[in-house]
């Protein structure tokens, strides 16, 4: 009887989950810079913070996806 080969170790890495996380971040860090420009709270502080959060996620979301 023949056998089906599994799997390989590793992670697989796909263009999807990349596109995703990138996705993803953009879509944060947009709703970011719009909830701190309503609540007033601009400036530089913002907008790294804002980055932050959004690499923070984009990356969550690339990682979860594999």
Avoid at 22 to 43: N, P, Q, R
Avoid at 50 to 65: E, F, M, Q
Wanted: hydrophobic share 55%; net charge neutral.
């Amino acid at each position: 009887m023949a056998t089906h080969p599994g799997p390989e170790p590793g992670l697989k890495r796909n263009i999807a989950s990349l596109v995703g996380g990138f996705v993803i971040a953009i879509g944060v860090f947009i709703l970011w810079m719009l909830v701190t420009g309503e609540a007033g709270w601009a400036g530089t502080g913002a907008t790294v913070t804002g980055l932050a959060v959004a690499a923070a996620v984009g990356g969550y979301i690339r990682l979860a996806d594999l």
